[in-house]
């Protein structure tokens, strides 16, 4: 089975990126000279546009700022079998890209994540790589480990994933939000280790260490909340009882040793918290239903899709790069 009997999207995600973009094309044509390139500029100040259309690149724009709006964009968009997906500041190595699109066919895999690994002292900044091991423990640990590099922007997707994938989030916590996807409905995906190098000069990272560490910690928590209601609404309750317990301790102490209650307050409150721990407790398992109905109807929307088959690939049919060509869109269009 040959890569060209594929119709392979590579996506290029870009704002300000011009003193890396036009390696990052090229580099990315040589490694899958039949794919087509899409690059997304997402309302750049610099000469991204202009840079990538010149390299080769089909470029577009989305005007709603954040990484998650272009994503939804490019996978709204896009036809293709396969689809890869890679920073647009050269920090990933392009010449992985056939390697990561051959595990997702000979594996009949959904998603390949390319699991970062550093060459050189810059690749991540200061505080980077802890808070995506901690980042990714934490997810793991409620969705399942199945990978170790939960925000890497080096993935290859099937079609199947694409279509299905709701794509809610805004910024740079798509990345959690597209794992947590792929880990909720059990899809079949694997790591595949690519080396990742630190930033060409004039190249700055877009990443806020602390207010995007601080939208991902939100993603995260809204998803355990949504996707494991549950465990999320039991421990919301556990939290309940023990302050409950805290408060209403002395309280009964008092009684026992006097047979007064002088802190009617104090035992009030703690009952009013105990209450509020039961409703806690029933919505989880009001919840939990809800979400396995909800699980069922992603679950039975990705299985309407075809599988990644060279007999059902779509490149040679309606959708594919021969449906899109007359949809490419000049770089100065709003």
């Known amino acids: 089975m040959n890569l060209t009997d594929f119709d392979i999207a590579v996506l290029i995600p870009c704002f300000n990126e011009a003193p890396s973009i036009d390696k990052v094309v090229r580099d990315m044509r040589a490694s899958l000279p039949h794919a087509t390139i899409y690059v997304y500029d997402n309302n750049s100040t610099d000469d991204t546009a202009t840079i990538a259309a010149a390299a080769g690149a089909t470029v577009r724009r989305e005007p709603m700022q954040g990484k998650g709006h272009v994503i939804r964009r490019m996978f709204s968009d896009i036809e293709a079998d396969i689809y890869l997906m890679i920073d647009g500041d050269d920090t990933y190595d392009a010449a992985a890209a056939p390697k990561l699109v051959h595990t997702l066919i000979t594996g009949s895999l959904d998603m390949v ?12 900044r200061r505080g980077h790589r802890t808070g995506n091991r901690m980042l990714t423990a934490l997810v793991t640990r409620i969705f399942g480990e199945r990978t170790k590099d939960m925000l890497s922007g080096y993935r290859v997707f099937s079609r199947r994933f694409v279509k299905s994938f709701p794509a809610l989030s805004m910024g740079f916590e798509v990345e959690t939000e597209i794992t947590v996807h792929a880990l909720e409905l059990d899809l079949p ?16 990272s877009k990443l806020n260490t602390y207010r995007d560490g601080a939208r991902i910690i939100r993603m995260i928590f809204k998803l355990i909340r949504e996707g494991r209601p549950l465990a999320f609404f039991s421990a919301v309750s556990f939290l309940l009882i023990m302050l409950a317990s805290i408060l209403i301790y002395p309280v009964i102490v008092e ?15 703690s009952a009013a918290i105990v209450l509020t721990a039961l409703i806690s407790l029933v919505s989880g398992f009001v919840l939990d239903a809800i979400t396995k109905k909800r699980r069922e109807m992603k679950r039975l929307a990705y299985l309407a899709l075809p599988g990644l088959r060279p007999d059902l690939k779509i490149g040679n049919g309606a959708g594919g790069r021969g449906a899109d060509k007359g949809e490419t869109h000049d770089i100065n269009d709003d």
């Open 113 to 124: 994540t390319g699991r970062r690994i550093e060459v050189g002292l810059g690749a991540y």
């Open 189 to 204: 995906v694997r790591d595949v280790p690519v080396n990742y190098s630190e930033r060409p000069d004039g190249s700055m």
């Open 255 to 269: 009684y026992l040793a006097t047979g007064l209650v002088p802190r009617f307050p104090t035992a009030v409150l």
